[in-house]
């Protein structure tokens, strides 16, 4: 019998850059498509780019929980996040480096692990998530559109935020 093959879609942004910021993470069965684990957490005063990498740790968390030594595709639209973890560009921004590292720890918990680069629409699920924990703290209704200042991600690390980190567990399930 193969290990399940898992897809983990994750997205983060800030209202503001920095301001408040939160991420969500969502892992699906490969094969199936099936919801496995819906993650959201919104992490403070922070740049887009440390909740995109918060929302990596997340999924990467939850997936390796469901599924230890499944491999898995990450999927993001982030290609910041998406070329550091694939080792094509190097990780500069001191706020980063710690998250990556939680990323590649994470990591361990699964199989092979791979990322893919996608564009916004398709990484719905996970944006939706994100900006439900935003608008939870800001008390704002939910809303569809973007979290991220224009541009997002794949700009550059963009300004400190003090390394906020996702405690990976709020929201699962």
């Given at each position: ?11 983060g ?15 699906l069965?490969?094969?199936?498509g099936?919801?496995l684990?819906?993650v959201s957490?919104?992490?403070g005063h922070?740049t887009n780019n440390?909740?995109?990498?918060s929302g990596?740790?997340?999924?990467l968390?939850?997936?390796g929980k469901?599924?230890?030594g499944?491999p898995a595709?990450v ?8 070329e550091?973890?694939?080792g094509r560009?190097?990780?500069k ?6 998250l990556?590292?939680q ?6 918990a ?9 564009p916004?629409?398709?990484?719905t ?8 924990a ?5 008390g ?8 991220k200042?224009?541009g ?5 690390p963009g ?9 990976g ?5």
């Amino acid at each position: 019998m193969t290990a399940r093959r898992l897809i983990i879609q994750a997205d983060g942004g800030s209202r503001g850059n920095p301001g408040t910021a939160g991420y969500g993470a969502v892992v699906l069965d490969a094969v199936t498509g099936e919801v496995l684990a819906e993650v959201s957490e919104a992490i403070g005063h922070a740049t887009n780019n440390v909740a995109e990498y918060s929302g990596l740790v997340a999924g990467l968390r939850a997936a390796g929980k469901l599924a230890p030594g499944a491999p898995a595709e990450v999927r993001m639209d982030s290609k910041l996040v998406v070329e550091q973890m694939s080792g094509r560009w190097q990780i500069k921004h001191p706020d980063l480096r710690p998250l990556a590292a939680q990323a590649r720890q994470a990591a361990r918990a699964l199989g092979q692990v791979t990322y893919t680069w996608v564009p916004r629409e398709r990484n719905t699920h996970a944006d939706r998530l994100a900006n439900q924990a935003m608008d939870a703290v800001s008390g704002r209704p939910s809303v569809s559109g973007r979290a991220k200042a224009p541009g997002g991600a794949a700009r550059g690390p963009g300004g400190g935020s003090g390394g906020r980190r996702p405690s990976g567990t709020a929201g699962l399930w």
